[in-house]
């Protein structure tokens, strides 16, 4: 399954996409480094990259994570990932939204158009009624993704997210589904 926009498509990584996958994790180290989690050396592995696809593949199968590649449309590449995580069901309908791109391909409205695909995804083929992101306030470029695709400010966690280190503030945004 493939989901379409104008410039990129999203589709399920494969086993065959975890060199891809590593590429963009090593090549981008110092680029993610300031947002994300400190990672062991054996995340920078082949063997992980295969294991975490097949992870996130079976997180599917069971509703709770909804892992995509981000590709371009015309060349194939991936470009980067995009996921639904932390699905809950009953009463909630709810999940949060990641995503990221390597930095030679910022700043073109590829991650804004993924993040549309993914959330009408969560919307009209999962049923989900809120999708919530946690976005490092000084994360501006983040943030504008959010808020050209829907996403509305609710506040600021406080400490709220460990990242190399040290705990940090996020914007709290929201989009809700209005017709479920």
Known sequence: M??????VYLRRLEVSD????LDIEVRNFEFFKPYTHIK???FYTLDYQKERIKGNNERSETDLYYSFGIFLKDTGELIGLTMLAEVLRGNLQSCFVGYY???EHN???????????VVD???NELKLHRIEAGVMPHNIGSIKVLE???FHKEGIAKKNVKINGKWEDH???AIINENC
């Open 2 to 7: 493939n989901l379409t926009g104008n410039n």
């Open 101 to 103: 791109l390597n930095e």
């Open 148 to 150: 050209k695709s829907g």
């Open 171 to 173: 914007q709290v945004l």
């Open 40 to 42: 062991d050396e054996e």
């Open 107 to 117: 700043g073109k409205g590829y991650t804004t158009e993924a993040v549309q695909l």
């Open 18 to 21: 975890a060199q891809d996958l």
């Open 121 to 123: 995804y969560a919307f």
